[in-house]
C-alpha cells in the first residue's frame, strides 16, 4: 500500500510503517468469521479517485460465493486505485452494482442527483491541510482464495483472473500510476476441480474480487479529510445498514462447515466460463503442491501483478 503519511498533518500520520512485529501480531490476531470491512486495517489510509478536485475514501472490502458441492470463493481487497469506482455515464452508479449476490449492497442504487455531489460535502477536512498529491501513489492489492486443491499453476491462474474482476470495477484500471498485485490461494480442504469446474472457480474469482471491490467502497468512512462515495452522493446508499450485516452479504469462511449451507447460485450444469485475462508477469514458479516434497505441506500461493 502506498499510503504513508496521509493524516491529519506530518505528525501525526494515519499509517505507521510496518515491520516484522505488524506482521506477526495480525496473523496472530486472525480469527474465522465476520471480517471488518472499510477504513480499517491495510485500508485505514487508502483512498480512490473521485469528482474533481476530490479524492474519495477507500478500505478494505470482501466478498465471498458459494459454488456448491461444497466449494467455496472469496476475495478480500485493499482499495486503493487511480481510476473510480462508479461511471460518471450512468449518473455515477458503481460499476458493480449489477454484480449483486443476494442483497448484499442492500437498497444502494444510482444517485438520485446522478454526478451532483452533496452540497454539505467539504473538499477536505477543516483543519486538515493541504493533501499532498505525490502521497497519492496508487495500489490496489488483494487476494483470492477457495477451499478447492489446486496446484501452484492453477492458484497463479486464479489471481491473474482476479485481475479482470479488479478491472470491472475499477476504471481505468492498471495505469501506469497504480502498482496492482493480486494473489491467489488455496486451503486444499476440498477436492481438486476437473476442466468445467475450475473455469467456474476461475469465473466466481473474478466476480468476487469485483464485488469486494465495491465493498471496500460502501464501507469506507470518513478519515484524513476524505470523505467516502456514500456522502459524497448523498442518496445512493443504503443508509439502514453495512454492507456485512446481514444475508450473502457477510464474508463465508473457507471452511467445509462453511461451504455447507445453500449456495446463493450454482454455475449452469454443463456451461463453461469463457475467460479473458490482461497480460500478467509470471513470477510463481509451476512447481506443483500436491507433488514436490518441499512444497507439499503448504497450501499453493499464486501472485500476479500488473503494472
Known sequence: MFDLGQGADADDRIEKTPGFDAGYQAAKAAKPGRVDMGSVGAGTGAGTSGPPGMRLKGGVGTASIQLG????????VVLNSGGKVYNEAAGCERYTLYMEVGNEFGATRRPPRGCKTAASTPKQAPGSGPIDPNLDENTTIGVVATNAELTVAQAEKLAQIAHDGLSRAI??????????????LSTRTAA??????????????ASSFSRATLHAALAATP??????????????????RTPSTSGTSRPIALSPAGATSTPPFAPTSGSTALITIPRADQRCGGVDAATSPARRARPPLGRSRIE
Open 223 to 240: 478519515l484524513g479529510g476524505r470523505q467516502p462515495y456514500c456522502q459524497v452522493f448523498a442518496g445512493a446508499c443504503d443508509s439502514r
Open 192 to 205: 481438486a476441480p476437473d476442466g468445467g469446474t475450475f473455469g467456474a472457480l476461475l469465473d466466481a474469482a
Open 171 to 184: 476504471r481505468p484500471a492498471h495505469t501506469m500510476g497504480d502498482g496492482d498485485t493480486t494473489f491467489g
Open 69 to 76: 458441492d461444497g466449494l467455496v470463493v472469496g476475495a478480500l
